[in-house]
């Protein structure tokens, strides 16, 4: 099955068509109130944006800039949409996409059209006014029921809405792929369908993972909850030579193994999943030897590197310690190809960030092909100032590079190869 991508859209000529592009711009904003779904990791915040809310990482605005310069270059009139958050299907300002608006528009150097709402007059009148190389942004696509919705006729009544507003559509939002939802599943039915610059490199990189990875192949796992990792764990622990386990995870891991936890973040009820897995793949899991004990959970908590077999009952572990960074680091420097998702602890508060640190400075300097997956992982490369290009390939996807990985059916790929 092929898909059709940016370059054949071009081919066929943009000039003066509506090009409608789903890009993914859920970028973590710093506010002084509200919060946002799973975007809690404080980075610094770089370039300004309106109404006093700072982009604190702006990776997935930059990660479209190729494919939307391709289009203004080309003449299209360029209508992005994309989510931000998780609104329940109604207009919630702390979610408005305005902000992105201008941060995007620095970035192209040249103004993005803001709509105030994603298919109503607003969207209509900004899209009608467009001149040939001009960019729109439509408010949040999750301000409408639709968007999300369960049921087929409801999505497919706003996808309409959405499709009427451009002449064709391209797919630029790698992180949504694995959402059945209007944007990204239902208009591609409506319209001549593309996929992106971004989705085609994320595509094309993340299937070197899947195929026939060059050995040995080490994949580090991270992050609060196994539950969430649980199906990419079982998907990649017959590939993978080595996998090793960090983050707030690791302690239902290592109840599994024996040991109390104290206080730590633990999921009772996957202690036997994980020893099922332990057994299942002797030696391939790596636990840490040693973590990063504290009395609370705050960057100025009294704090204790002990070993993994001495967590004491009233303290909680918040990073994994030096010995295991030393031995995660020793099997990382042997590996060929490298997949890193979720960060070995609460790396937003510098005195539990030794762990993140450690483990993606022993991937950088691996001779291997690297790939960051997660918006996570990928935020804290850049909030703890490592450089970009040492890696491989930093994905956009967080859930959607897990669900590729585990070789499931993406809705949005799926729509894209009809
Ligand atoms: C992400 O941040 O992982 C993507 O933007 C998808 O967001 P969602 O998990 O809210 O669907
Ligand atoms: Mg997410």
Redesign the pocket.
């Known amino acids: 099955m092929t898909i059709r991508n940016l370059d054949d859209l071009l081919a066929e000529g943009v000039s003066g068509r509506r090009v409608l592009v789903r890009a ?1 711009l ?1 970028v973590p904003l710093d506010k002084q109130s509200g919060e946002m ?3 809690d990791s404080a980075s610094a915040p770089q370039g300004g944006a309106p109404d006093g809310v700072r982009i604190a990482d702006d990776g ?1 605005i930059r990660a479209v800039l190729p494919t939307l310069s391709a289009l203004v270059q080309a003449g299209a009139k360029v209508v992005v949409c994309s ?1 931000l ?2 609104p329940k299907g109604a207009p919630d300002p702390q979610f408005s996409l305005r902000p992105v608006a201008g941060r995007l528009g620095e970035l192209l150097g040249a103004p993005v059209h803001f709509a105030e709402d994603t298919v109503g007059d607003s969207a209509r009148s900004t899209v009608a006014d467009l001149a040939d190389g001009q960019v729109a942004l439509l408010e949040n696509l ?1 301000f409408n029921k639709g968007e ?1 919705s369960k049921d087929d006729a409801e999505r497919g009544a706003f996808a309409d809405q959405l499709a009427a507003l451009g002449d064709a559509y391209v797919d630029d ?1 790698f ?2 792929v ?2 059945k ?1 209007a944007s990204v599943h239902d208009v591609p039915a409506r319209l001549p369908h593309y996929a992106g610059r971004l989705v085609l490199r994320e595509v094309e990189v993340l299937s070197r993972l899947t195929g026939e990875p060059e050995r040995p192949y080490v994949v580090v796992l991270g992050g609060s909850k196994v539950s969430d990792k649980l199906a990419v764990i079982e998907a990649l622990l017959p590939t993978v030579d080595r996998l090793l386990i960090g983050g707030g995870m690791c302690f239902t891991f290592l109840k599994a193994q024996g040991h109390e936890v104290g206080t730590s973040l633990l999921e009772k009820d996957m202690v036997e999943t994980c020893r099922n897995l332990m057994e299942r793949a002797p030696g391939k899991i790596m636990l840490p030897v040693d973590v990063v004990v504290a009395d609370a959970f705050a960057p100025d908590a009294a704090h204790d590197t002990v070993p993994a077999d001495g967590i004491p009952s009233h303290r909680l572990g918040l990073d994994i310690g030096p010995e295991t960074v030393a031995g995660f680091a020793a099997a990382l420097s042997q590996a060929k190809t490298v997949f890193w998702n979720g960060p070995m602890g609460v790396f937003e508060m510098a005195a539990f960030a030794n762990g993140t640190r450690g483990v993606a400075e022993a991937i950088t300097k691996a001779d291997a092909f690297s790939v960051v997956g ?2 996570d992982s990928a935020a804290a490369v850049r909030a703890l100032g490592l450089d970009e290009s040492s890696f491989g390939h930093i994905s ?5 590079s897990l669900e590729y990985l585990e070789g499931k059916t993406l809705p949005g790929i799926a729509a894209l190869e009809n």
Do not use: S
């Open positions: 993914d859920n779904n799973d975007h997935r989510h958050g998780r999750r999300t939002a992180g949504a694995h959402r939802h997660g918006g956009t996807g967080g859930g959607a």
